[in-house]
């Protein structure tokens, strides 16, 4: 299977994260994604959780009108998430689960016990001409859950391969990114598009990239750590080239 060209999004989450822990509006998202743009993003990831821990709806609103590239609004399937999407327009949404309790997203979407409930958000999105992508688990069961409803795309979580390899359990990683490796040949065989992120650092994105039915990661958190030693414009060139690197090995 011949590689399409792969595209980084970028997450400006964490910027947020770190102007909220003191208040006012410094640093600020906007400027973030910005400069993740000029150092070679593809597209501007944000989450806009029910609790605003971090990004909040005048982010949102800014970064819709001031930004070059796509903007992909990951949600919660709630009515309240839903009037903002449809206010706003971003180019894409990515319905994502959410608890109040979870640090950070914990899994995918639960779109096979979830099917009913989900199905009149992918509708209206897509009335609303929004591309619609929903973030899953890399299994059989949810990517024909996820064709069911019609969503164009999916994104595979990454997370669990990605923190077998931080814990250093390497024989649970390489099971784990066989699972990856199937799902995304399963949904590409389905019409599917695929994405994938949660977790990745340079080295599981460079390997990730590798897969030729993944045309777009989105990495947030890694990144905006790096920042903090090498600045953010750096974190995103070295990445782009990670990247870069992965899919030229696919290619081989």
Not at 53 to 78: G, V
Not at 202 to 218: G, H, Q, W
Request: overall charge negative; glycine content about 8%; hydrophobic content about 45%.
């Amino acid at each position: 299977m011949t590689a399409a060209p792969l595209r980084l999004g970028v997450n400006i989450d964490h910027v947020a994260t770190v102007r909220n822990a003191r208040g006012g509006q410094r640093p600020d998202p906007l400027r973030a994604a910005q400069l993740a743009i000029e150092a070679g993003a593809d597209g501007i990831t944000a989450h806009l959780r029910e609790d605003r821990r971090h990004i909040h709806d005048d982010d949102m609103t800014r970064l819709k009108e001031a930004i070059s590239k796509p903007l992909n609004f990951e949600m919660a399937a709630t009515e309240q998430m839903l009037d903002v999407a449809l206010k706003i327009r971003p180019h894409a949404v990515c319905l994502v689960p959410e608890k109040r309790t979870e640090r950070t997203t914990e899994g995918g979407l639960d779109v096979v016990a979830g099917r009913d409930r989900l199905a009149p958000f992918v509708d209206q999105l897509h009335r609303a001409w929004i591309h619609v992508s929903l973030f899953i688990e890399p299994s059989e069961d949810a990517i024909a859950a996820a064709a069911s409803l019609g969503a164009p795309v999916v994104e595979f979580h990454t997370g669990a391969w990605c923190h077998a390899i931080e814990v250093g359990d390497l024989t649970l990683a390489e099971r784990e990114f066989e699972r990856i490796k199937r799902a995304t040949a399963l949904a590409s065989a389905r019409g599917l598009e695929c994405h994938a992120g949660h977790g990745l650092d340079y080295e599981t994105a460079r390997r990730v990239a590798s897969l030729p039915p993944i045309v777009e990661l989105n990495i947030g958190h890694f990144l905006v750590g790096e920042a903090v030693f090498v600045g953010l414009a750096e974190s995103v060139k070295t990445m782009r080239r990670a990247m870069d690197e992965g899919r030229a090995a696919a290619a081989r």
